[in-house]
């Protein structure tokens, strides 16, 4: 197997897809010359995504699909394999955030984050992972998050999810270890996303705290997502096992190497608004 994985003719399947880093992966993989199988729970963004692909000499493929249904996803492999042939590349990137401290957060709420976030990347590698081994060069890429490498308070149900996606991606990783699949976890950090407009608020926010809570998610989420997107993109060229994404992110998981349990405090000295 060579040192670089060729992009080009490979088919990707991108979870997701209807915004933010999904879309970006996807144009990114685009311009390589990658086939692309879209799935996301909006038609609109995924009719945006496509919109925005139009031009690119690459088929392409939607598929409205909820993550968290498990009684659908085992059907996505063949409905990509009838329109592709043959699946690559999984992006498992669907993602949800939810505020509020661990007893404000509901137990439902709790669990539908937890169901997306983890259980999801879990069923989708089940599901796709026998169509990858016949593939000659495979990649898992999981999209987890700086919050799976430092737990802000606030964040428990988030970190819990992001730090679930880690684990897993590294035990699979030495799992597959030697066979054509490899795996990539992916830490993004301050991506100017929708994902803190769309986060589900608890029960008792009022709209200041839910505009207080928007206008710090602007401050630290300035990256653009296409800068993401190549990011990531160019890490599975190289087959990269980690990507930390974004200067700011790597800083913070250095202080959190260097002082795991008094990292939140340095944190807080140094960005007190946060």
Request: glycine share 8%.
């Amino acid at each position: 197997m060579a040192n670089r994985t060729t992009l080009y003719d490979r088919t990707a399947v991108i979870t997701g897809a209807g915004n933010g880093i999904g879309r970006a992966i996807a144009q990114s993989l685009a311009a390589r010359g990658c086939h692309l199988a879209l799935a996301d729970i909006s038609d609109a963004g995924l009719a945006k995504t496509v919109q925005l692909l139009d031009g690119a000499k690459i088929r392409v493929s939607r598929h409205k699909i909820d993550v968290a249904d498990g009684a659908t996803v085992p059907a996505l492999p063949q409905a990509v394999l009838a329109e592709h042939g043959r699946v690559d590349l999984l992006f498992n990137n669907a993602g949800v955030a939810l505020s509020g401290t661990f007893e404000q957060v509901s137990e439902a709420d709790f669990d539908w984050l937890l169901d997306i976030n983890f259980g999801a990347v879990v069923r989708l590698t089940r599901a796709f992972l026998p169509h990858l081994r016949a593939s000659d060069d495979a990649r898992i890429v999981n999209i987890s998050s700086l919050f799976g490498l430092i737990s802000p308070p606030g964040q428990t149900a988030y970190s819990a999810s992001k730090f679930a996606v880690r684990g897993f991606s590294n035990a699979l990783r030495f799992e597959l270890e030697g066979s054509n699949v490899g795996v990539t976890v992916v830490h993004p950090g301050g991506v100017a996303t929708k994902i803190a407009e769309n986060a589900r608020r608890h029960a008792g926010t009022t709209n200041a705290e839910a505009e207080q809570q928007l206008e710090r998610a602007r401050r630290v989420l300035t990256m653009p997502p296409a800068q993401a997107g190549e990011i990531i993109v160019r890490a599975v060229e190289r087959r990269a096992p980690r990507v930390i994404v974004g200067g700011s992110a790597k800083m913070m998981a250095l202080i959190e190497r260097l002082a795991p349990v008094s990292y939140w405090t340095i944190l807080k000295l140094m960005t007190p608004r946060s």
